[in-house]
């Protein structure tokens, strides 16, 4: 694992419009991008009355909690993890190594279609990160200096 | 691992605080987020037991305008110190960027402060980690109680790798030393972020 | 362009198609549009299980690769075809056309394949 990782801006905006798409193509509420340490990348949709930072901390450790249970069990991971609710469900999923997407929805839409494009998106978002995971640990935009 | 993004411009660096069950790492938390204002923080997540005993971790999340030109965000998690909780606590050190070592200044909790010492250098090196990489700090804690070791033991007990290491004296519960703490670690950690960018320009 | 669930829920306003629906192969709905008498659930089950087994079939016997069911019963017809991404089912009424069903049927899960393109 790199020691630093650097977001270009393009990279973000890549990040945030895919899971755009995907909120529109799945009819899904909202949409997070994490690390598998909680470290939020990007969310998408509504977000009024939500906590994102905190629903990614949570959201991480419930991820490295089934992997455990995983290990325990002779699996080398869970890759997805659906919580249901009585209106709002919550749809976890692995995204390569390092990344847990999130999927806020209500039951408008169902855990089929939720799945679907998460798995497409998944994908999408594992080679923008790929290229962000083996950038080279040197700041892509000049210096950062420290202030005083 | 810190996360430098260039859209938002932000960097965000994971402090954990580790050390053995009630040493107080749950309190040095508790008292940054009453004494951080209003518009810098966010809620505490707090995953505890009945008992008060920290049964996950706990996360507080912190804004700073430390580096010019970005904001800086660091994460502050700790560990359960419970033994048998080790699983987790590995987790939670997972891209760490700099640790509190929050040691317990009972004369009777030596021998759970240097275990706990001891098996953070073992969860360190699963991912491969020594101290020599992580930036990190002792805080003894409890220096209130009338059973207390000397500071000098203490030093001796935890402070024996070859770079010493800054070391501050705490009474968590009341605040004392809590911010000293975690100014000194979170230096460290951006002063190391901020010469690995530019060694690595300058090679 | 449509999305998926438009797609699916068009199916079922075809003369004669009294629902629709699209399952993964594990049997989860994806989109959906029936009558209330027929739960999603259950249908889409019965759809993955028959599905599952009519590919297998197909193949074993020598007949290749599956393209479509027809099941027939006393109150309609049920129309099942292999779309990618899982199966996408019609139930009909028993009067209904059945060579209109079949090619919006195979037309809708054309469309679907297209969509789903990513996923599969």
Known sequence: MPRHRFITAEEQKQIDN??????????????????????LMSVQGFTEHLDPQTIAV??????????????????EEFTVMFHQGRRDNIHLSAVGKDALMVIIFENTTTIGMVRLFARETGKKLQSILTVINQRKEEAPMGNIPMQE | MSTVNFASREITCKIVYYGPGLSGKTTNLLFIHKKIPAKHRSDMVSLATDGDRTLFFDFL????????GFTTKFQLYTVPGQVFYNATRKLVLQGVDGIVFVADSAWNRMNDNHESF??????????????????????FNK??????????????????EKQKVPQFESIAIKGTGVFETLNSVSRMVLVKLINELSAKKGS | MASVKEVVERLAQVKGVVGSILVARDGLVVASNLSVQVQDEVVAAMVSAIGGTA????????QGKLR???????????????SGIGYLGV???????IGLVRLELMETSETLKKLTAGAA
């Open chain 3, 68 to 82: 479509n069911i027809v099941l027939e019963g006393e109150n309609g017809k049920v129309f099942l075809t292999d």
């Open chain 2, 118 to 139: 001891i098996n953070m250098k073992e969860n360190l090196a699963d991912y491969g980690l020594t101290l020599e990489d992580v930036p990190y700090v002792l805080q």
């Open chain 1, 58 to 75: 949570l959201a991480a450790g419930a991820f490295a909690t089934t992997r455990e249970l995983a290990k325990l069990i002779g699996e």
């Open chain 2, 61 to 68: 999340p912190l804004v700073t305008r430390a580096v010019k």
């Open chain 3, 55 to 62: 590919v297998k079939a197909s193949e074993m016997m020598g």
């Open chain 3, 91 to 97: 139930l009909t009424a028993p009067d209904a056309n």
């Open chain 1, 18 to 39: 895919l899971l755009r798409e995907l909120l529109k193509n799945s009819d899904a509420k909202t949409a997070l991008l994490l690390d598998q340490g909680g470290f």
């Open chain 2, 143 to 160: 220096r209130d109680l009338p059973n207390k070791a000397p500071v000098e033991y203490m030093s001796n007990l935890l402070n024996r």
